[in-house]
């Protein structure tokens, strides 16, 4: 019999997704995995070279998608496992995996977002920043019948234990109070990437109250803000808080 409870998290990219694999490490039943599938997405865009450490990403973890699916649907250490993926990773995956698991699909206000990714990754288009894959594979899941939710970062910030102890009933397992802080630092779990990424992360202790973007916003992303907004509308409806 399957005991495994397997937690695929979908994020977008610059939201609270480390902030949250970072939470479930600290479970004392939960082994946590770090984009496992970032070279299998690297090897199926044409422009790779805009990821900063694109190469060793690629040098670093398998990009066939069989090979990453076969370990995160396989044996591990603990009874709990949480993967931490972004939803535009899951570009030409098969999905049926999914249904095997808890999915977990998280956003954020590209008010706050898109102007954080742009000073990493300069000028990104819709298919950059996930929320349009985000409601895509929304469907796909609810298509499938598979278990879904949708978390809001900004919620989660403002409540992280309501909103995390809605998070675990969800999964079916229980709300560990571990799970609201850490240590500073970084983690043997982290890709990578890290370096890049993970500043905000490894200098905190938990989670960060939510403070909203006091700069301008950038004027060359408002069309991208525009065509963003309409799918993140549909996720923020569906989150916990």
């Excluded at 990437?193 to 301008?216: E, I, L, Q």
Aim: include cysteine; charged fraction near 20%.
């Amino acid at each position: 019999m399957e005991t495994t409870r397997r937690l695929c998290l979908w994020s977008g990219p610059r939201n609270i997704s480390t902030t949250l694999m970072y939470s479930f490490a600290q479970r004392s039943d939960t082994v946590v995995y770090d984009e496992p599938l970032y070279a299998h997405y690297l090897s199926k865009i044409p422009h790779p070279e805009r990821h900063p450490g694109h190469e060793d990403v690629l040098n670093s973890r398998s990009s066939k998608s069989d090979e990453v699916i076969n370990m995160m649907m396989g044996t591990h250490d603990r009874p709990v496992v949480f993967f931490k993926n972004m939803a535009h990773h899951a570009l030409g995956l098969n999905m049926d995996f999914a249904k095997d698991c808890y999915n977990i699909l998280l956003t954020r206000n590209p008010v706050d977002m898109l102007p954080s990714f742009h000073k990493v990754i300069p000028n990104p288009s819709i298919n950059d920043v996930g929320y349009k894959a985000h409601v895509e594979l929304l469907k796909q899941l609810n298509d499938m019948n598979a278990k879904v939710c949708v978390l809001d970062s900004t919620k989660i910030l403002k409540n992280p234990q309501g909103v995390l102890k809605q998070l675990c009933s969800f999964c079916d397992i229980p709300f560990e109070v571990d799970m609201l802080s850490w240590e500073k630092g970084g983690r043997p779990e982290d890709g990578c990437w890290a370096p890049y990424w993970y500043k905000n992360v490894h200098n905190s202790t938990g989670f960060m109250p939510y403070k909203p973007k006091s700069a301008p916003f950038p004027e060359e992303l408002n069309d991208l803000l525009e065509a963003c907004m309409i799918h993140y509308q549909v996720l923020e409806k569906q989150a916990l808080s």
